[in-house]
Nanobody, 115 residues
Framework: QVQLVESGGGLVQPGGSLRLSCAAS????????AGWYRQTPGKQRELVAG???????NYADSVKGRFTISRDNAKNAVFLQMNSLKPEDTAVYYC?????????WGQGTQVTVSS
């Protein structure tokens, strides 16, 4: 099973930016889908941004125009660039990768948007 480690979370002021990284323990073969999700206490985990193996992206309406998902195959990594952050973006962010023989989640990274 592919192991994932997220990083890049932290405390940022409203309007600020963060870049989350998700590093895989091995090369990801035949990726079906890579996604970033977030979760706050008492709520279900929700999809924030996703990318198919072919590069097609999709975003939650709440983050369109502010967040960008990307990947670097050479580094076995997936990224989430988050701009114009709002307090309601505060959550634990998780990355997920899915393929023919794997469906892996990272441990999560906390993002807090507060002045």
């Amino acid at each position: 099973q592919v192991q994932l480690v997220e990083s890049g979370g932290g405390l940022v002021q409203p309007g600020g930016s963060l870049r989350l990284s998700c590093a895989a323990s091995e090369r990801i073969f035949r990726l079906y889908y890579a996604g970033w999700y977030r979760q706050t206490p008492g709520k279900q985990r929700e999809l924030v941004a996703g990318m198919t193996g072919g590069g097609t992206t999709n975003y939650a309406d709440s983050v369109k125009g502010r967040f960008t998902i990307s990947r670097d195959n050479a580094k076995n990594a997936v990224f989430l660039q988050m701009n114009s952050l709002k307090p309601e973006d505060t959550a634990v962010y998780y990355c997920n990768v899915q393929g023919p023989e794997y469906n892996s989640w990272g441990q999560g990274t906390q993002v807090t948007v507060s002045s």
